[in-house]
């Protein structure tokens, strides 16, 4: 399992927070995610066999959020 820390811009709420984490939580290969809204952060570990941390990027992304 590897462990990666992603910068999110623009979430505001706990709706936010919850599109995030399901968006990124769906995704095979992904065993936990947590965000931070004041952090402004999502922690994700994942298994680097399954899923690059790219895809994990692209997710977020998805839901209309910036990833830096
Ligand atoms: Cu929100």
């Given at each position: 399992m590897k462990k990666i820390?992603?910068?999110v811009?623009?979430?505001?709420?706990?709706?936010c927070v919850k599109a995030v984490k399901d968006a990124v939580a769906a995704l095979d290969g992904v065993?936990?995610?947590?965000?931070d809204l004041k952090g402004k952060?999502?922690?994700v570990e994942?298994?680097?066999?399954?899923?690059k941390p790219e895809r994990i990027q692209e997710a977020i992304e998805e839901e209309?959020?910036?990833v830096e």
């Open positions: 820390t992603l910068n811009e623009g979430m505001s709420c706990s709706h065993a936990e995610v947590e965000v952060t999502a922690t994942y298994n680097a066999e399954e899923i209309g959020y910036d």
